[in-house]
Structure formats: C-alpha cells, structure tokens
Antibody, heavy 123, light 110 residues
C-alpha cells in the first residue's frame, strides 16, 4: 500500500523558515507528480504546489508564490517544501499527496495522502 | 472565500440517500470534467472518493457516485451508514489554477 509520511512541522516565528519533508514508499516515486495541500485549523483544504516527476514543472498557489519552494529527490523517494517568510496565515496542517492527471491536461486529483504535518506560525 | 460553493452542512438517517452539491462557474466545474471528491474524518487525512466527475477509485463502495449538470457537480451517497459521517470536499480544475477546493460539507448521520 502506498505510504506518504510527512515530517519537519513545528512552531516558527513570523518571518521564519521551515522545511517539510515527505517520505514516499511502495510505488515508483519518480513516475508521479506530487503535491502539497494544506488545511488551516478548522478550515477547508487549500492546494499549495505541485511538482512533476522529473522536477521539470512546478506550480504554486498565488498565496505562497515567491515564498515557498517545492522540490524532490527521486533517489531518496522524498518530496520537500521549503517555506520562507512565514506568516500567521500559513499556520496549517500540510499534507503531501500523490497527484494523478485528470481528464483535462493540467488537471489533477489526489489518490493518496500522508497523515499531515502541523506548521504553526506564531510569536 | 472558496471558488466552489458547497452547503456547510447536511444530515441524513441511516439507509437514506443524500446529495452534496458543488457549484462553480464555466471557468471550473462547468467547463471541465475534472471534478473530484474527498472524504475526511476528524483528525484524518482526506480520502479520494470520486475523480473525473463520475469515476470511483478501485475498491470504493458503489454507494458513492458522482455527477454533473451545468456548473454544479454532485456527490450522492446511497444507503447512508454511520461511518459516512465526515467532511466532504469537492475539487475542480480552473482556468486560473490547476486545483481549487470547495469549502467543505459536514455530513451528519442522525
């Protein structure tokens, strides 16, 4: 069964940085797009970013563009999210998810999710 | 404010059928057959229930079905069971973003 395990969450001050990791197993990691999706406490889901299998393509939500960087290491079957200039509104559980291509080019759905990593931005 | 509109809450009794709606525009739900649905139990990760409007992942109960009419997509759960009590989120491709989620619907099984 596909496994995705996030790590690296924690408490960080506004303006600070953090790097999340997601360890993948039980599937050929390099064959898939991967994504980060977040959920603020008591709120809904928000897509954050995706990266193609070879790292050629990346895309970000407007809310994090220029501050967050997604990357991956296919040798280690790991996905990363580097978060800089963190704000209080970035406080959320961050999920790593495997992305599948939908029926329209450029569309995605998420068939496997990790358990999430909590990031709290507070002074 | 979410780009896709869902009812905040719905309730039903065991054995009943319920339908959760997800309303967008021609720039998202109405323009593309790229709607997916996720179920989330409290404290757990979301789970894919439907993708590409009507398709079910392998092994998922056929009590769950998806459809679309115009700018509104729907998730129907038939034969409601207590374990179906959860939050449900729709998602769609949009002309401005590869993924946008609805605000979520809290389903209560009475």
């Amino acid at each position: 069964q596909v496994q995705l395990v996030e790590s690296g969450g924690g408490l960080v001050r506004p303006g600070g940085s953090l790097r999340l990791s997601c360890a993948a197993s039980k599937f050929t990691f390099s064959d898939y797009y991967m994504s980060w999706i977040r959920q603020a406490p008591g709120k809904g889901l928000e897509w954050v970013s995706y990266i193609s299998g070879s790292s050629t393509y990346t895309k970000y939500a407007d809310s994090v563009k220029g501050r967050f960087t997604i990357s991956r290491d296919n040798f280690r079957s790991s996905l990363y999210l580097r978060m800089n200039s963190l704000r209080a509104e970035d406080t959320a559980v961050y999920y790593c998810a495997r992305a599948r291509s939908g029926s329209f080019f450029g569309s995605f759905y998420f068939d496997y999710w990790g358990q999430g990593a909590l990031v709290t931005v507070s002074s | 404010q979410s780009a896709l509109t869902q009812p905040a809450s719905l309730s039903g009794s065991p054995g009943q059928s319920i339908t959760i709606s997800c309303t967008g525009t021609t720039n998202d739900v109405g323009g593309y057959n790229c709607v997916s649905w996720y179920q989330q139990h409290p404290g757990k990760a979301p789970k894919l229930m439907i993708y590409d409007v009507t398709k079910r992942p392998t092994g998922l109960s056929n009590r769950f079905s998806g459809s679309k009419s115009g700018n509104t997509a729907s998730l129907t759960i038939s034969g409601l069971q207590p374990e179906d009590e959860a939050d449900y989120y729709c998602s769609s491709y949009t002309t401005n973003s590869p993924v946008v989620f609805g605000g979520g619907t809290k389903l209560t099984v009475l």
